[in-house]
């Protein structure tokens, strides 16, 4: 796996300061090879935040203007509803194909992980592995798409050593 992937614009001090950087570079990257996407071929763009940043973008982009942990934004919609979508295609003698951009707001994630009581940095592992499959059209609106995403979510954390937040 390379290094450079992902691309991370820290917005907020408090995320250098938690290792954003590497989390998202080991969530991402394990999500992607799970999958069996090598990551060298395409490119994740990573905005980290804080709540006013990602209740504008809420506000602009989903009508919804408040906080929220993590928002997506696919580049291409790969999405195929009930079922698993298509991997995405590259060149491999070309540039990265870029995959899209995440956006997470530290506050939100804090305020998340201490309500659940698990530490910051496996919430947030867990926020970037969902963002990521977003990006690759996963989605959770129905509960046949939920059931695959959620599932997925679990096998990576899983092979990361955290625990599914999903059978607690």
């Known amino acids: 796996m390379t290094a450079d992937f992902i691309s991370v614009n820290i917005e907020d001090a408090r995320w250098a300061a938690l290792g954003i950087e590497a989390l998202a570079q080991r969530a991402c990257g394990a999500t992607l090879q799970h999958l069996e996407i090598d990551p060298q071929y395409f490119e994740v763009s990573l905005l980290a935040c804080d709540d006013t940043r990602i209740a504008g973008l809420n506000a602009e982009f989903r009508g919804k203007p408040v906080a929220t942990n993590v928002l997506s934004w696919p ?32 506050d939100t994630c804090l305020a998340e992980a201490a309500e659940a009581g698990k530490p910051v940095t496996d919430h947030v592992t867990h926020l970037l592995i969902h963002g990521v499959l977003h990006l690759l059209g996963y989605d959770h609106i129905s509960d046949q798409d939920a059931a695959i995403m959620e599932a997925l979510e679990g096998e990576v954390l899983g092979k990361l050593g955290i625990s599914d937040p999903y059978r607690i």
């Open 75 to 106: 580049s291409h919609d790969r999405a195929r509803a009930g079922k698993h979508p298509e991997k995405p295609t590259y060149d491999p003698n070309g540039m990265p194909e870029e995959l899209g951009d995440i956006a997470i707001s530290y």
